[in-house]
Structures are given as structure tokens and as C-alpha cells.
T-cell receptor
Framework: DAGVIQSPRHEVTEMGQEVTLRCKPI?????LFWYRQTMMRGLELLIY????????DSGMPEDRFSAKMPNASFSTLKIQPSEPRDSAVYFC??????????????FGPGTRLTVT | GQSLEQPSEVTAVEGAIVQINCTYQ??????LSWYQQHDGGAPTFLSY????GLEETGRFSSFLSRSDSYGYLLLQELQMKDSASYFC????????????????FGTGTRLLVSP
């Protein structure tokens, strides 16, 4: 299996621009998670989906952030407009959740976002 | 809410044994996991404890005491490649209605292994 795939791996953009991060989960996994990691705040869960349905978006910082999962093999995290404080590494992870139990999560390589 | 506490940094020498502690406070608890992350890399799963006691996987072991809200990761026969950050994470339930669980991560412990 190819593992979780994320693109782009690095993104540098200017404040105010729209940023779209992409994720392809492991085939057969039914849950997908978006995390943000910074030195100050550590690893934060932004949102997660089960069977393409958003279950918990309480970690989404504000309305500038949105996430979609149109099908089982693709998800996007969009920031519009971007701000310098959004600079971080964004990880996508997937897992096989059965009976509402989340088993180990498999992380993608991350997207390093820099907003200038 | 949830909170997890880990030491920020631990240093050790090759061949030694090191223990990384994790204490937690959560509204719901369904198990403790450990993840390893090398600099510039992604977190990778190491172990999971759903019940009290010790789980062993090769050189790594993990322990849980639910009554003490405490767990630890034990690394034996340390190698240079073990230098990384180690995160404990609790499985927490979103809410009583949905029943879906999620992981809440600690702030991580940076382990530095020297020759």
C-alpha cells in the first residue's frame, strides 16, 4: 500500500491567498483526520471524517478554514484567506474505525505551509 | 476538557533504558497510545494500552494504570535512531451522543540519545 498521500509537500504563499491542501487516505480506511502541528501548540486535531461525513470539526480554528471529503479516496483542507499564523505542518491521517473505535492512525508525510 | 502531561525532553546514552511518563486528565478515556516522530517526519504508531498493565513490543514497552491516570513508554537498549519525539495520546469520545472516538495528543517528549 502506498500509505497516506499528501500534496503539496511544501507550500509558500503570501498572506491573503487561498491555500488548498490535499490528502488521499489508505484504501479501505473509513476515517480521515486533519491535524496541524506547531512548536507552540503541538499536534492539534482540526477535523475528522467517518465514511466521508464530518464528525467533529471543533478544532477548526475559524471560518477561514474549511474541509471537504467528496469521496472515500480524497479530502481537502482549504484556508481562505491565509494568514502568517497559519504557518505550520498539516498532517492528514487515516484509520479503520469499526464499532466507533478508532484504531491506530496512519499519518501522511505532511504539508509544510509557510505564509509570508 | 482533556490535558496530557509529558516531560519536554529526556537525554540518555546508547544501550541505556529510558522511561517517558504521561499523565492525563480526560472526560472520557478509552485507551492510551504512543507515537514516535523523527524530525521532519510524520508520527508513527508504537503501541496501545486499553487495559491496565504492560504491553511489550520488542525493545519498547508501554504501561497503563487507569486508576492513576498514568502511563509510560519504556525504551530499552537505546540506539541512536531512537532519537525522536514521543507522544502519548488518549482515546477520547467526542460526546455521549455520537460515540465516535478521537485521539488527543500530549505535547511530546524529545528524546536525545548520545553515543
Amino acid at each position: 500500500d502506498a500509505g497516506v498521500i499528501q500534496s503539496p509537500r511544501h507550500e509558500v504563499t503570501e498572506m491573503g491567498q487561498e491555500v488548498t491542501l490535499r490528502c488521499k487516505p489508505i484504501s479501505g480506511h473509513n476515517s480521515l483526520f486533519w491535524y496541524r502541528q506547531t512548536m507552540m501548540r503541538g499536534l492539534e486535531l482540526l477535523i475528522y471524517f467517518n465514511n466521508n461525513v464530518p464528525i467533529d470539526d471543533s478544532g477548526m480554528p475559524e471560518d477561514r478554514f474549511s474541509a471537504k471529503m467528496p469521496n472515500a479516496s480524497f479530502s481537502t483542507l482549504k484556508i481562505q484567506p491565509s494568514e502568517p499564523r497559519d504557518s505550520a505542518v498539516y498532517f492528514c491521517a487515516s484509520s479503520l474505525m469499526t464499532d466507533r473505535l478508532t484504531y491506530e492512525q496512519y499519518f501522511g508525510p505532511g504539508t509544510r505551509l509557510t505564509v509570508t | 476538557g482533556q490535558s496530557l502531561e509529558q516531560p519536554s525532553e529526556v537525554t540518555a546514552v546508547e544501550g541505556a533504558i529510558v522511561q517517558i511518563n504521561c499523565t492525563y486528565q480526560t472526560s472520557g478515556f478509552y485507551g492510551l497510545s504512543w507515537y514516535q516522530q523523527h524530525d521532519g517526519g510524520a508520527p508513527t504508531f508504537l503501541s496501545y494500552n486499553g487495559l491496565d498493565g504492560l504491553e511489550e513490543t520488542g525493545r519498547f514497552s508501554s504501561f497503563l494504570s487507569r486508576s492513576d491516570s498514568y502511563g509510560y513508554l519504556l525504551l530499552q537498549e537505546l540506539q541512536m535512531k531512537d532519537s525522536a519525539s514521543y507522544f502519548c495520546a488518549v482515546r477520547d469520545r467526542k460526546g455521549m451522543n455520537t460515540g465516535f472516538q478521537k485521539l488527543v495528543f500530549g505535547t511530546g517528549t524529545r528524546l536525545l540519545v548520545s553515543p
